[in-house]
């Protein structure tokens, strides 16, 4: 840690740790919350240092703009341990950098890089017994900033909160996902705010999902919004379809969350000679693959997500589902992805970061 942050940040430590009342061989996703939380206020134009704190509610003016206004922007990133007890992020300078540019589309103040990389190190190594060594788990961490200022003015907030917030976490999805093509809403616009992790853009797809939900899917794949005939990503993750031996996801845009996870898939699938393709794809062309069989594999790719297989997909009230093949491209990226992640294999693009 440099010395021109590290001596900024203060740390008041918990009388009252809640540890051991935590099952660690059963982790829900994102529910279990660790002992201390990483806040910085911004005001009259400047961040105040930061402060590590106990957990604990937030106090806000009914008039707080992040109720009226939405100005709310967050990351999801994990912290992984290995066999040693070494603590490790994966690309976390690429969330502290996406996290300003949610920041800036969202008229909201950017965080110095070093508050936002050193404060998470410093909440990390105090939080360091609430990282799972379970299969399959990690500390989920959640940076998140909002409108904190009073006013029913319609304008940019004066004041912001930055938070982040730890949760040791299991997988986000329990097995295969049915997914529905989606025909109707959309998620983002052309020159809307799709690429950026805003609360909003989440809010506005819970009315469609819980519609895909009642028809017995888990997630609505998007497409876009102006005829609905190209895939774009899905409510939490990007999207990888493989016909025959190709591997193709959709470019990113203003639409699209330029995800994290899927350039490192994009990555390590050319590095195998895997072919991959960054394209527009149509839905046409996945039910037409789906009817000839070539269509071999989809799956969904994001940190919360890592990779999830789809097992079938619904469009116009049809359903379609994937073979069930033997090896297949999302195992086999899983298992590379994840190996880097908790330091299992070398690290030859350089995308691991030591946290000590
Ligand atoms: N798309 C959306 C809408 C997401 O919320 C996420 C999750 O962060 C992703 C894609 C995947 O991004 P990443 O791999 O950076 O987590
Ligand atoms: C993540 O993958 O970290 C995300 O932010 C998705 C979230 C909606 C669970």
Do not use: A, C, R, W
């Given at each position: 840690m440099s010395l021109e942050v590290s001596h900024k940040i203060t740390i008041e430590k918990t009388k009252n740790s809640k540890i051991s009342q935590v099952d660690f061989n059963n982790l829900p996703f994102g529910q279990v919350y660790t002992d201390h939380m990483l806040v910085c206020d911004y005001e009259n134009g400047q961040w105040s240092s930061p402060k590590i704190v106990p957990y604990q509610n937030i106090s806000l003016d009914p008039s707080a703009k992040i109720f009226h206004y939405g100005q709310s922007i967050f990351e999801g990133m994990k912290a992984y341990k290995d066999e040693h007890d070494a603590i490790w992020l994966f690309r976390p300078i690429d969330n502290q950098k996406r996290f300003n540019i949610s920041a800036k589309r969202l008229a909201m103040p950017e965080l110095p890089e070093a508050y936002f990389i050193e404060g998470l190190e410093a909440l990390l190594l105090l939080e360091k017994d609430w990282i799972p060594t379970t299969k399959d788990s990690s500390l989920y961490i959640r940076p998140f900033m909002f409108a904190s200022g009073n006013g029913f003015h319609a304008s940019p907030s004066d004041k912001y909160t930055f938070i982040i917030a730890c949760s040791p976490s299991g997988?986000?999805?329990?097995g295969k996902l049915k997914v529905l093509i989606e025909q109707?809403?959309?998620r983002s616009a052309n020159?809307?705010?799709?690429?950026a992790k805003a609360g909003g853009n989440y809010a506005g797809q819970f009315y469609p999902t819980n519609l895909a939900i009642q028809k017995g899917y888990q997630q609505v794949i998007w497409t876009d919004d102006?005829?609905?005939e190209n895939i774009e990503e899905a409510g939490a993750m990007n999207i990888f379809i493989r016909i025959n031996d190709t591997l193709v996801t959709a470019p990113t845009s203003d639409r699209i969350l330029d995800g994290i996870t899927r350039k490192s898939i994009v990555e390590l699938a050319k590095d195998q000679g895997i072919s991959v393709e960054v394209r527009t794809i149509s839905v046409h062309e996945v039910i037409e693959a789906s009817e000839n069989g070539s269509l071999k594999e989809m799956f969904g790719a994001g940190t919360a997500a890592v990779i999830s297989p789809i097992a079938g997909f619904g469009y116009k009230d049809k359903d379609f589902s994937l073979p069930e093949l033997e090896d297949t491209y999302a195992a086999a990226l899983k298992k590379q992805i994840t190996d880097i992640q908790y330091n299992r294999s070398d690290d030859k693009f350089g995308w691991r970061h030591a946290v000590k």
């Open positions: 997988p986000y999805f329990g109707q809403y959309s020159g809307g705010v799709g690429f102006t005829t609905h």
